[in-house]
């Protein structure tokens, strides 16, 4: 079954004139933006615009004229697309421009976003997910202990800035973190910007702490231009509080953690091949993350907060790759920091740990209960001997 770099290879001749911008050019946007665009491309949007090829030839050459990983669990495969792009005229014909890439330690803040101007003057905001440094993954805690992140205000600047300086349409996209983002940018944006948005893409991005989002007037203005895509056995996007509103992507794993992975999911033609529902795993782990994560007090949320950055402080290193590098050294000091944890952040800890069996065992009760076939799949006896 085909993936998005078949559709590059298939399609990349076709112009935007021909096919239209579509849901598979989106995830090919988000999946290269976890490049270092930023080496490259100037993050004011007084720049002139960089023709797209121009920009992934010179990334290439910053990397040595090599496919480079992006990170640790980002593959070289994101560079050989990245490349695979800029040879097609589909894609050769946008511009970039606006990278901007930016980190904060207190509170964690990793933002990356990059504009991508098709030939009709359509501007396509792509925000980036999380990446490799450990920042953007205390970041990413924060999402479940906070009702806000730092990302989420630069995206909504950041949007304002490309309705201020195009007056073209506008197409948001975004991946894992980045869908979150995105879908907080256009339904927090000013009234002018959120008219002219004619398509808003969420990829398996995590929800909200609250559902004060996803029940707004101005989330139900959106909801006609958006797209919300999970794989089958999604697990990063049945994270919190989250619409119904999404469509079940196929991919070519199993695993929901692997299916995150954009360059796994299937394709038709320059459609992404969906099926009915998410499967039952997914409804399993949506409904176990729901009531994990809601069992932890805010004073408990906070204080597991200040473990996970004084951990990423005893790690001393600034991302995976470099942690994988480093490892006896990364490893001690974490070590250190969960020997001198204290009392009150361990009672969180148990607090948190304690009883998920329970919770687990309830949560496969629920999905069987809400399953027509109940009856015949036996779930819930296989859970409850599995996790006796």
């Not at 490892?327 to 020997?339: D, E, M, P, T």
Request: charged share 25%; aromatic share 10%.
């Amino acid at each position: 079954m085909a993936t998005s770099i078949n559709y590059i290879k298939k399609y990349g001749d076709r112009d935007f004139a021909e096919i239209p911008f579509n849901d598979v050019d989106n995830i090919a946007l988000c999946e290269i933006l976890y490049m270092p665009f930023e080496k490259v491309v100037s993050d004011s949007f007084n720049d002139e615009p960089v023709p797209f090829s121009e920009a992934c030839r010179k990334l290439f050459a910053y990397n040595g004229n090599r496919h480079v990983a992006p990170g640790l669990i980002l593959m070289k495969k994101i560079s050989v697309k990245m490349m695979a792009m800029a040879d097609t005229e589909r894609f050769a014909s946008m511009k970039v421009v606006g990278c901007k890439c930016a980190f904060d330690v207190e509170p964690p803040l990793q933002f990356g976003a990059m504009t991508f101007l098709l030939p009709d003057g359509t501007a396509v905001v792509v925000f980036r997910g999380t990446d490799d440094s450990l920042i953007g993954w205390q970041e990413d805690l924060n999402l479940y202990t906070r009702k806000g992140i730092p990302s989420h205000a630069l995206a909504v600047e950041y949007l304002e800035n490309v309705a201020k300086h195009y007056d073209g349409d506008i197409i948001i996209c975004g991946h894992s973190k980045g869908g979150n983002i995105a879908l907080y940018s256009a339904v927090k944006c000013c009234e002018n910007t959120r008219q002219r948005i004619v398509r808003l893409y969420n990829n398996d991005g995590p929800g909200f702490v609250t559902d004060d989002l996803t029940t707004s007037s101005e989330y139900r203005e959106i909801l006609p231009n958006y797209r919300h895509f999970v794989p089958a056995n999604s697990f990063i996007g049945m994270l919190l509080v989250h619409d119904n509103d999404f469509k079940a992507v196929r991919c070519k794993h199993f695993l929901g953690f692997i299916q995150h992975d954009l360059s796994l999911w299937k394709t038709k033609g320059t459609e992404i091949y969906f099926r009915d529902d998410i499967s039952r795993l997914a409804k399993l782990t949506d409904e176990f993350l729901k009531q994990v994560i809601y069992r932890v007090t805010d004073d408990e949320g906070r204080l597991i907060d200040k473990w996970f950055t004084e951990l990423i402080k005893g790690i001393g290193q600034d991302g995976l790759m470099n942690v994988s590098r480093n490892l006896v050294s990364s490893v001690k000091g974490a070590v250190k920091v969960c020997k001198d944890t204290d009392g009150e952040t361990k009672a969180a800890f148990d607090s948190f740990l304690g009883g998920l069996g329970k919770v687990a065992v309830n949560s496969v009760k629920f999905v069987v209960r809400n399953a027509e076939n109940a009856a015949e799949n036996g779930l819930e006896k296989i859970a409850e001997a599995v996790l006796a």
